[in-house]
């Protein structure tokens, strides 16, 4: 995995597959410490993630492509971390567009 704190490679690869249907290693920004936007991020476009997911229009294609990511990691127990932490993500994203929304 790249150097750099492992949610926020996550975050730039499911962000990078949101936009183009791919996934991809990643390479973090270099020389930066301070919160560094996802956009700065560069995920390679090395496999199509299967499904017909584009656009994403829901949650569940949300959690599907957070499956995606979990479930291609290198070890059983990253595979493990990452589906326990689907369901409290999802409750975030929920909660956060739900915000957006009465603003």
Known sequence: MPSGKPGAVHCARLW?????????SVAPPTGKKE???LS????G???RVPGDNYPIQT?????QLLTWITTNQR???MQLEGTEA???LMK???KFAKTRKSA
């Open 35 to 37: 919160k560094i936007p």
């Open 75 to 77: 070890s059983v127990e």
């Open 92 to 94: 975030e994203l929920i």
């Open 86 to 88: 689907i369901p409290r």
């Open 59 to 63: 949650a569940l294609d949300v959690a």
């Open 40 to 43: 700065a991020y560069r995920v």
């Open 45 to 47: 476009q090395h496999r």
């Open 16 to 24: 990078a597959i949101i936009e183009t249907g791919y996934d991809g």
